[in-house]
């Protein structure tokens, strides 16, 4: 016995340096945010586990199965072309020297800045019975020939299509990023060694790419699953469309939190995927120097051909329905310009601001914290408060909406008893609730950002401020936030573009009557007014190319 109690000291003496927590009021606000930040995701388990309801079993017996396979061949889908189209213009523009390669590498990334619901309307319009392109084949052809032309876009691959066009530069950017890491030496030797150039793509680029091309392709499957405009717009039943439908259409909350649990066992289940495909392997080129990669010259129809398949997603997925967004918006501007578009603009423009500022705050709080006290609880907690941006934004509607609907019961009964009349929602329906939200979504927009410019900072500057008799806050405040301002800034303009492109949790958690610009777009669109909602989507497309600006010139001051 005595032996066996030494045995559980000497483990507890191990580990306690590990399991150990620096109270201080850092330490304490941390893990105060975090737990905020988890609470959404927390709700949505536990109201797994609570009762069931006859709405609930009438899903599970007659649509969940649509929503599974609709969810699963849209993710199938769209992983797949985004892959083909990243990986093809990733490795033309970082390996090859052609006509235009210098606007492509920046001109690939601009359809991010195009809302999948944007260009899907958009393309629903242009390819309609009354649109652009059947009206210039009835002018060119029969009517019996125009009919069997007639391009059938509402449908799930149609859906999956206009995803695609905008979504691939998440592969596109991290590939290649990749591709311009590796040394131009390893290639070199491949090609010596009697490989041919698509041999050596395949056999050694590529591979070495994989953990890249993964992690672009994981985004791209999360925005996926986040979906919800699109998709509803072509009629295709997902999860996120059923999410709506138990919420809104058939008032069942249970059921709502139950297709939330669904669909968020089946984003764990990509991060899982993505973390096992890792693993423990390392990928390295083995050379001990790093060379730059000389590009590879194609002229004649090489040359064109490359040109033509890096133009091919630059028209589709952003000058056609840009294009078209601006035609419309042109022929609207003056009866659209009104009070009530200014009012939109405010409303996200606010939206956007305060929870970006707020984003920023949080996560300069837990990369500082991190930073003072960097023990194990403290960086789980960093990890785990960044798990919003994987969430769909319609799980995390439904996960707040859950604890806020609890405190507000309790402080109805509370203001009840003490006013004897009667007292409606405080926070559920408002414009705290709908930040908080914001805040819980894209807090890791805001932290990865705030954390590399932390890493870039020497740490002896904190530590000899510190021995000069500087607490933490003021080190903060007069040694690390003025070398921060330019990250701080960009984490925050991230957050800005984020939350003005939001559909689907601004849908669910929005004040009565309020509209933002993405709500308005979504819902002329839906009207078949797809002409006035031009112009707020030709805004949230404007504002969000700020991004891409900045990603481009970062891109274009790595080696290469």
């Not at 920046?106 to 309307?121: C, E, Q």
């Not at 999360?222 to 809104?248: C, D, H, P, Q």
């Not at 960093?382 to 405190?407: D, E, K, N, Q």
């Not at 405080?426 to 932290?447: K, M």
Request: a positive charge; proline letters at 6%.
């Amino acid at each position: 016995m005595t032996g066996a109690w030494r045995f559980l000291v000497r483990v507890r003496e191990e580990f306690r340096p590990r399991l150990r927590v620096n109270l201080t009021p850092w330490t304490v606000a941390t893990l105060v945010v975090v737990a905020l930040i988890l609470l959404p995701m927390i709700a949505i388990f536990v109201g797994i586990l609570g009762e069931s309801s006859e709405t609930w079993s009438h899903l599970a017996s007659t649509v969940l199965l649509d929503y599974t396979v609709n969810s699963l061949l849209l993710v199938v889908g769209v992983g797949a072309l985004t892959l083909a189209i990243g990986i093809s213009t990733a490795w033309l523009v970082t390996t090859c020297e052609f006509p235009g390669r210098r606007v492509f590498e920046w001109g690939l990334i601009l359809p991010l800045a195009i809302p999948t619901y944007i260009i899907a309307f958009t393309y629903a319009e242009i390819l309609s019975h009354t649109g652009v392109v059947q009206g210039g084949l009835q002018l060119l052809l029969p009517p019996e020939t125009t009919a069997r032309l007639r391009v059938g876009l509402m449908s799930l691959p149609g859906a999956g299509l206009m995803m695609a066009l905008v979504l691939y530069p998440y592969v596109y950017l991290i590939t290649r990023t990749s591709f311009q890491r590796q040394s131009g030496g390893v290639l070199e030797t491949s090609r010596i060694l009697g490989k041919s150039a698509w041999s050596t793509f395949f056999r050694v680029a590529l591979p070495l790419a994989r953990p890249a091309v993964v992690a672009g392709v994981i985004l791209v499957l999360m925005e996926v699953l986040n979906e919800y405009g699109a998709v509803k717009y072509f009629g295709v039943s997902t999860f996120t469309t059923g999410i709506f439908r138990a919420w809104f259409a058939l008032g069942d909350g249970p059921a709502a939190v139950r297709l939330s649990g669904c669909l968020l066992i089946l984003v764990f289940a990509l991060i899982l995927l993505e973390r096992l495909q890792r693993g423990r392997a390392r990928f390295d080129d083995g050379s001990g120097r790093y060379r730059p990669l000389v590009p590879f010259q194609l002229r004649g129809w090489r040359g064109a051909a490359a040109f033509a398949v890096c133009l091919v997603p630059v028209t589709l997925g952003f000058l056609i329905p840009v294009a078209q967004l601006a035609v419309w918006a042109l022929s609207v501007a003056p009866e659209a310009l009104d009070r009530r578009f200014l009012t939109l603009a405010l409303n996200s423009f606010g939206l956007a601001v305060t929870s970006a500022v707020l984003a920023v705050m949080a996560a300069l709080l837990i990369v500082y914290a991190t930073r003072l006290s960097p023990t194990p609880i403290l960086r789980l907690a960093s990890r785990a408060s960044s798990l919003g941006y994987s969430i769909p934004g319609a799980v995390i509607a439904v996960g707040v909406m859950i604890p806020f609907l609890w405190v507000d019961r309790r402080l109805m009964g509370i203001l009840q008893g003490i006013t004897g009349t009667p007292v409606g929602l405080i926070l559920t329906g408002t414009v705290a609730a709908l930040v908080f939200a914001y805040v819980v979504r894209f807090l890791a927009v805001a932290l990865n950002p705030t954390d590399s410019g932390f890493e870039r900072i020497c740490g002896n500057l904190d530590e000899t401020s510190r021995s000069l008799g500087m607490p933490p806050l003021r080190t903060l405040w007069k040694v690390d936030l003025p070398l921060l301002r330019g990250t701080l800034v960009s984490a925050g303009l991230l957050v800005f573009v984020d939350v003005l492109k939001e559909l689907p949790l601004t849908l669910i958690l929005r004040p009565f009557d309020f509209d933002t610009l993405a709500t308005r777009a979504f819902q002329l669109a839906s009207d078949e007014q797809v002409a006035r909602s031009a112009l707020p989507a030709l805004l949230i497309i404007v504002v969000g190319m700020v991004p891409v600006i900045i990603l481009s010139r970062i891109i274009a001051r790595q080696r290469i």
